[in-house]
C-alpha cells in the first residue's frame, strides 16, 4: 500500500488523536527475518542510521512509538524553534521599522505566540506525512510505528504484538527537557518547548524563563518580539555554559546586547527560587547575583534548563552504563558497555544537534556493516537564534590567543579602537540591508580569527543572517588537515553582497607577507 | 588629516552636491614619485588591485572621477539592488500573508520605489565613506578623487591638474547601460539602473521592461513587489541569455513560475518597437512572438538591455583593443595589447560581477608585481533575485547528462513523478518556514547533479533564501582538482535546518555502492 503525502497525514493525524490507534507497519512479507539492527526510536539518528545500513545493503527495521519518523525535532524542537525563529525575526524588522518605509504602524496585538503555536501544530503532520513517505518509498527501510518498543534482550525487541530478531540493537530514544528542584513548577503556566506545543491554550503577556541554555535564548527571543516582555532567569551568563563552547566575547557582546537592546531583561548570576501562585503562576521568586530576593510578576514561565536522555529502559533490561550527566557512555563506533548494542542521538555526550544525531546513527550502521569508522564530533560549526542567526565554529580570538603566537584578527565593524561605528552600513547583505541603510547599529558582526604564522583560519564567528550554511563548508576546510589559509580564502569566488564578508576582506590582506589586522 | 565615517560621509555629499568641488587627495609628500601603477577608476577592481598591490610592497595610486571609491556598485548598481530585492522580499511575504499570523492587511499604498530609492540616497554616502577612511586607513592607498583622469600615454595620468608617472596602467573605468535602437526612449519616464536612482521623481503606477537580463529580473521583481504591475519585454526566455551559463531548467520554471505566480506578465520572444508619449512615456508598442503588435499602457519604463564598458578615452590615446562587444581585450593576466597596459573588471569579457572585479584587479597587481599567475573565471558561482534568491554553480542536469554516462539527480522536492508536491512543507529552512507551513509551493527548490561514476557533485541549484553564501565554498569545493563526492559532503556537519539540505541529502544516498536518485 502506497500512501501519497496527504494520505499518510490523514493517518498520522489520526493515529496521534486516537490512543487506541493501530501500529503502522512497513514491514517486508518474510517469516521470522533477523535484521542487522533494531533502531529503537526512529528520530534523526534512527532513521538516518537505518537509511545508511539499508544503502548499504543491509536490513534495518526502525521501532517508535509515535506514528511518525523524525523524532522529537519537526514533533516538538527544531523545527517549531525555526518557525518560531524566523517569525521573531520578522517581528523584529516589523517593529524597528514601525510607520517607516512600506512597514504599517506595529500592530502588537497581531503578535500572538498562540497563533504560531497553532500555525505550527496544523502544518508538523506535513512534515512527519514526508519522512514516513520517504523511508518507505525512496529509502526503503522498513518500520513499525505507533508502538511503543519493549526490549526483552540485546537481540530482541517486541513492538505491535510482534516479536523482532536482530544482530544488533541501536537506541536512539532522543532526551526530555529536566526541571530543576523548585517549588510550582507544576502550577498552570508553566512550559517547556515539549508542553509550550502540546499544551499552550491563552496567550501569554508576560514570560520569565528560567535558565540560560539555547532554547532559553531561542524561545525567549521569539516570545519576546510578539510582544510578551520576557525576563530570562539564568545562573550563569548567557553564552558562557559549558554546553557551547567557541563563543567569542564580541559575538557574545553583540548577541547579548542585541536581546536587551529590544527590551528583554537578563538576569544573569540569579538563581530562580521558587514559581509562586495558587492554580496558575503568578510570580517566580529570584535571587539575584546580589542576594536580594525579588518577585517577578507573570502569567508564563518557560523552562530553559535543559534536556537528559530516556535510558531508564535500557539500563534496567541491558545493564547499559550513563555517565554522571545522564547521557549513556558509548565510544566513537557509538558502542556501548554492552556488545552489539549502540547508542545514538541525544542519548549520548556531546551536543544534541542534528549533525551528531545523524552522523552517530550512521556511525552505528557502518560499523554494523563491518567498517571501522570513528566519529569525532568534539569541533563542529554551531548556532542559535535570537532574532538574528548566530553562528560560529573554530576557535575564539581568546582561545587563539592563548595557543598561538601570533593572531591575526579580520572583522567587521573593522578592529580598530575609536571608529565611529554607528556612522559605518556593514556589514551589510542579505536581511541587513534595510538596517544598514536606516539602523546602521543592528546590521551584525563578524569575524574571522587567524593563526599569524600559518596563515591559516582558525575560528570564524557570524551574526547576521544567510551564513549559518556557509559555516557547514567553512567547518570542513578548516578542520581539513591542509587547513584553510587567508590566501585560499581570498582567491574563492565571492557571491557579492555575501551574508559574510570573509572572502573579500581576506583578499584585502592576503598580499602581506607579514599580515595584519583588518 | 584623518577624517572619521561622518566627516567623510559629509565631505563626500558636499562634493557630490557641487559640480565645482575640490579634487580630494591622499598623497604621500614625496617629489615626482614613479608608481607601480596608476588604476584608472577606483571601483571595485581598482580599490581591490591597489590594496593587493601596496599590501605586497608595491605603490599604486587610485584616480576616480567620483569622490568616492568604490565605483557603481555602491552609489548605482549591486548596493541598491540588494536593497531593494530585500524590500522586495518583504513585501513578497507581506502579501502573501496579508491579514494573516501577524501580518496586517497589506496597504499597497505604503510601498513605494520612490520611497525606497530615497532610502539608498540618504544612505549611501555612508558606504562610501567607509571606502574612503579603510582604504586610507588600513589600506594605505593613496589615491585622488573627484578628479577625472586624463590618459596622456601609458606610463602618465593628468588629474587634479597634476601629472602622474607610472610603471604600469591598469584601466578600470566600468561599464554602463546601454540602449537599443528604438525610439522614445527619450521620453521622461524612461530609466535604467543609473537614472532610477539619481533621477526618479514621481511614483510608478504601471512599468515596462525592455530586456531579459538579470537586472531586468531583479527590478522587476522589485517593481512588481511594490504593487507597480510589471511586464517584462524580452527576446528571449528569461534566464536563456548568453550571459548566464548552467542555468538548470527546473530551477528556471520555478523562478520565472514564481515570478507569473506573483502576476508579473512576461512576454518571451516579444520585441519592443517603441515607447511612446509626449514628453512623458505613455505607452510601449511590443511586437509579440506570434507577430501580433501591441501597445502596453506604462508610466515607467526601464531598460534592462546590459551594460557597455567606457573604453573611447583608452582607444584614443593607448590604442587598446576591443572585440565586438565593445570589451577590453585581455589575457588571463589583464594584460591588454598595449604593454605595461592591464584592464580589469567591467572593461574586460567575462560575467559583470564582484568575484571578477576585484580579482581582476588583484590579477593585474600580482603579474606587475612579478608574480605568473592567470585568473580563469570561465567557472564561478552565478546568483540572482527574483522575490527569492537564486544561486548555482557548475553544470546543469542536461548539460551533465551531455557530457556524463551517468548522472544522479538529488533533489528537494524528491525526483519522482506524481508525489503530490502540494503537501510537501520541504525544502523549508531560514526564510522560508512560514511559506512551508501554510504555503508550501512558495518554500523554494534545490537540486544537486553528480556524475554516478566518480561520485562527484558536478553542479548544484538553489532557489529560497540563505544559501547564497555557501556557494562561495561550494563553488570552490566542486573546482578543486579532487573534486567534491557525495561521500565527503554527506559526512559534513550540518547546520540544520540548512537553508540548502545538500548535506543530509547527500547521506542518504552515500551509502550505495551505486548511486540512485533522491
Redesign the interface.
Known amino acids: 500500500m502506497h500512501l ?3 494520505e499518510w ?1 490523514e493517518l498520522i493525524e489520526r493515529s496521534l488523536a486516537d490512543p487506541d490507534s493501530e501500529p503502522i507497519l512497513n514491514l517486508e512479507r518474510d517469516e521470522d527475518p533477523v535484521y542487522d539492527a533494531v533502531f529503537v526510536g526512529g528520530g534523526a539518528g534512527g532513521r ?1 542510521g537505518a ?6 545493503g543491509g536490513r534495518p527495521l526502525i521501532i517508535d512509538a509515535w506514528p511518525f519518523l523524525g523524532g522529537s ?1 519537526p514533533h516538538q524542537a ?2 517549531p524553534h ?2 518560531f ?3 521573531a525575526e ?2 523584529d ?2 517593529r524597528w521599522f514601525s510607520d517607516e ?4 504602524k506595529f ?1 502588537a496585538s ?3 505566540i498562540l ?2 503555536v497553532k ?2 501544530l ?2 508538523r503532520g ?2 512527519h ?2 519522512m514516513n ?2 523511508t518507505k ?3 526503503e527501510v522498513e518500520y513499525v510505528l505507533n508502538a511503543r518498543a519493549t526490549i526483552i534482550d540485546k537481540n530482541t525487541v517486541q513492538a505491535a504484538g510482534k516479536t523482532f530478531k536482530a544482530k544488533n540493537l541501536v537506541l536512539g530514544m532522543g532526551a526530555r527537557p529536566i526541571d530543576i528542584d523548585i517549588p510550582g513548577l507544576d502550577l498552570h503556566g508553566v512550559f517547556d518547548f515539549v508542553s509550550l506545543v502540546e499544551e499552550l491554550d491563552y496567550e501569554p503577556t508576560r514570560c520569565v524563563i528560567i535558565g540560560g541554555s539555547k532554547v532559553a535564548m531561542e524561545y525567549g527571543a521569539f516570545f519576546h518580539a ?1 510582544g510578551c516582555d520576557t525576563t530570562i532567569v539564568s545562573r550563569s551568563q548567557l553564552m558562557r555554559t559549558k554546553a557551547l563552547h567557541h563563543v567569542d566575547e564580541d559575538l557574545r557582546q553583540y548577541v547579548v546586547g542585541g536581546m536587551r537592546k529590544r527590551g528583554m531583561e537578563i538576569l544573569e548570576g540569579a538563581h530562580p527560587v521558587s514559581v509562586n501562585g495558587d492554580e496558575r503562576v503568578r510570580s517566580v521568586t529570584v535571587r539575584l547575583e546580589s542576594g536580594e530576593e525579588i518577585d517577578i510578576e507573570t502569567d508564563f514561565v518557560f523552562m530553559g534548563t535543559g534536556e537528559r536522555p530516556n535510558t531508564a529502559h535500557a539500563q534496567d533490561v541491558l545493564g547499559i552504563e550513563v555517565n554522571d550527566y545522564g547521557r549513556v557512555i558509548a565510544n566513537k563506533r557509538m558502542q556501548t558497555n554492552v556488545p552489539g548494542v549502540y547508542a545514538i542521538g541525544d542519548m549520548i555526550d556531546g551536543p544534541m ?3 551528531k544525531a ?2 552517530s546513527g ?1 556511525t552505528a ?2 560499523n554494523i556493516m563491518g567498517e571501522d569508522l570513528e566519529f569525532d ?1 568534539s569541533e ?4 542559535l537564534h535570537t532574532t538574528y ?1 548566530v ?1 560560529w565554529v573554530g576557535l575564539t580570538e581568546e582561545e587563539a590567543k592563548a595557543a598561538l603566537d601570533e593572531v591575526i584578527i579580520i572583522q567587521m565593524p ?1 578592529y ?1 579602537e575609536g ?3 554607528p ?4 556589514p ?4 541587513t ?2 538596517y ?3 539602523k ?1 547599529e543592528l546590521s551584525g558582526f563578524q569575524k574571522l580569527v587567524i593563526d599569524g604564522a600559518t596563515r591559516k583560519v582558525v575560528g570564524a564567528h557570524h551574526v547576521g ?13 578548516i578542520h581539513r588537515p591542509e587547513g584553510l589559509t587567508i590566501d ?1 580564502l581570498g ?10 564578508h570573509f ?2 576582506l581576506s ?7 607579514k599580515l595584519i589586522h ?1
Not at 101 to 104: A, D, G, H, Q, V
Not at 428 to 431: F, L, P, R, S, Y
Not at 465 to 477: N, S, V
Not at 495 to 500: S, Y
Open positions: 501519497n503525502l496527504g497525514n538516518f537509511a545508511y545500513m539499508k544503502a548499504m525535532c527544531c523545527v525555526h518557525l525563529s524566523e517569525a520578522e517581528l524588522r516589523a518605509l512600506f512597514y504599517p500592530d497581531r503578535a500572538s497563533e504560531m500555525l505550527f496544523a502544518g506535513s512534515a506525512a514526508f513517505w520517504q518509498e525512496q529509502l510578539t544537534e542534528m549533525f545523524r552522523k550512521v550502521s557502518r564530533f563542529y560549526p554551531d548556532f542567526e553562528t573593522p580598530v571608529l565611529d561605528t556612522n559605518l552600513p556593514l551589510c547583505a542579505e536581511g540591508m534595510l544598514a541603510f536606516s546602521p543572517y544567510g551564513a549559518k550554511d556557509a559555516f557547514q563548508y567553512l567547518d570542513y576546510l585560499t582567491w574563492m569566488n565571492e557571491l557579492f553582497l555575501n551574508p559574510e572572502v573579500q583578499r584585502l590582506r592576503a598580499g602581506k607577507s583588518l
